[in-house]
């Protein structure tokens, strides 16, 4: 399911993440001509072990530290879970959805074409909006 997600993001080729906006429970990361928002379940990863997720408590501090980053790759967060991603960031840090439910899910607008990510109760499913 993510293969329509990836390759859109390899059209557009790498994106820095030059805002970061965190209201919670909403992370927004965007750049020139692309946003990703998520109402979901997150967190960041150095490719192995967690580093810091959306419920910790320093959580509005840490996500600044994603300003700067450059996104280079989706992929599948976890062979249990296809239709979540996973944005691998150069550097080895990796952002990693987990939609739980249709009522919080994920929108990656990317230039002509927006993705909504629904976890499993909404079909496990991504759209492709445009």
Known sequence: MISMLKAAVEEVGPVTIEKVNWFDPTLTLSGAGWSLALTCPWQITDGQSGLYSWDDPDVAN???????????????RSRDAPYDPAFVMLGSLVLEISADSDLDPWVHLLPGRTFVGLGPEGGASLKPLI
Do not use: A, K, W
Request: charged fraction near 25%; hydrophobic fraction near 40%.
């Open 62 to 76: 840490q996500v600044r530290s994603l300003v700067g980053h450059v996104i280079s790759e989706v992929r599948e």
